[in-house]
C-alpha cells in the first residue's frame, strides 16, 4: 500500500494531553515539522515554560530543557551563547507565562538581540491554572478572575506582543498567524519556518505568535472556539508580519 501520510519525526509517540479542541497539538505539529523539515532536529534544543505546554518535553523529539514559570527566554539565551554555533534553540510559551510572568524576559531577550525562537501560543487566557484573564484577554471576556468581563478602566487593555517587540531593534523577525482555519495553518507552517530560518542565518530575535484556542475554559465547543479566534482575536490581534529585517513576505 502507497504510504501518503506519515506522523512527522519531529514528534514522539506519546499522546498529548491537551482539551479537545485545542490546538496546541496542531502548533506542536508544526514545530515538529519544520524541525524535521529543515533537518535541524538532531541539532536544535527546546525550553519548556509552564503552562499548558508543561509537558511539552515529552512530545518534541528534539533535546528538551524545562523552564520556571516564565523564565523561558532567559534559560534559552544561556543555551544559544554556550553553544551559539551548535544548536538551534527555541522555547514554546504561552501567554500567560510569556506575556506576564516572563513579560520582563521576553523584552530584553528582544532587546538584547538573543539569537533565538520563540513559539507564542495566544489563547487570551491562563488555561492550565483554571482560566484566569491573561495580559492578553479581551476587552469584556469573562475569566475566572473576570466574571463580569475585563474592565479597561480596572484591568486596562489587552498587551498585543508582536506589535510590542516588533518596536526594538535586536528583533529580526516577528509575524503573528492563527491556526483557526487549513489555509491559516499552512500560513503558520511558513511563518514558524522562516523564524528558524532566521536563527540559523544568525540574524537575531524571531517570534512566532499564534492564535490558538481554548474550548474548556472558554466555555465553548470545539467548533464554536475556531468561529471565536476568527471572530473575535483575529479583529484585536490582527495577523500579519510585523518585523522582518530581511524584507519581504
Known amino acids: 500500500m502507497e504510504l501518503i501520510f506519515e506522523k512527522t519525526k519531529g514528534l514522539t509517540d506519546k499522546p498529548t494531553h491537551y482539551c479537545p479542541g485545542c490546538t496546541h497539538g496542531v502548533i506542536h505539529r508544526l514545530v515538529g515539522e519544520v524541525l524535521e523539515e529543515m533537518e535541524i532536529l538532531e541539532d536544535s534544543v527546546g525550553v519548556a515554560s509552564v503552562g499548558c ?9 528534539c533535546d528538551m530543557t524545562q523552564a520556571a514559570h516564565g523564565r523561558a527566554p532567559a534559560v534559552a539565551t544561556g ?6 554555533k551548535d544548536r538551534i534553540v527555541f522555547t514554546y510559551q504561552g501567554d500567560g507565562d510569556l506575556a506576564s510572568i516572563g513579560m520582563a524576559e521576553i523584552v530584553h531577550a528582544a532587546a538584547r538581540g538573543e539569537n ?35 474592565d479597561v478602566s480596572l484591568q486596562g487593555a489587552p498587551i498585543r506582543v508582536s506589535e510590542l517587540l516588533a518596536t526594538l531593534d535586536g528583533a529580526a523577525y516577528i509575524e503573528r498567524v492563527s491556526t483557526h482555519d487549513v489555509p491559516h495553518i499552512i500560513k503558520a507552517k511558513k511563518a514558524i519556518r ?55 513576505k
Open 116 to 150: 533565538i525562537t520563540v513559539i507564542f501560543v495566544n489563547n487570551a487566557i491562563y488555561g492550565m491554572t483554571g482560566g484566569q484573564m491573561a495580559p492578553t484577554s479581551l476587552v469584556g471576556q469573562k475569566t475566572a478572575t473576570s466574571p463580569f468581563g475585563r
Open 53 to 61: 505546554s508543561v509537558l511539552s518535553y515529552e512530545y518534541f523529539n
Open 194 to 248: 522562516k523564524a528558524f530560518e532566521t536563527q540559523k542565518k544568525g540574524l537575531g530575535f524571531s517570534m512566532v505568535e499564534v492564535l490558538s484556542t481554548c474550548p474548556t475554559n472558554w466555555g465553548l465547543d470545539p467548533e464554536e472556539s475556531l468561529n471565536w479566534v476568527k471572530e473575535q482575536m483575529v479583529p484585536v490581534y490582527p495577523l500579519g508580519i510585523y518585523k522582518n529585517i530581511e524584507g519581504g
Open 79 to 84: 543555551l544559544k551563547r554556550v553553544l551559539p
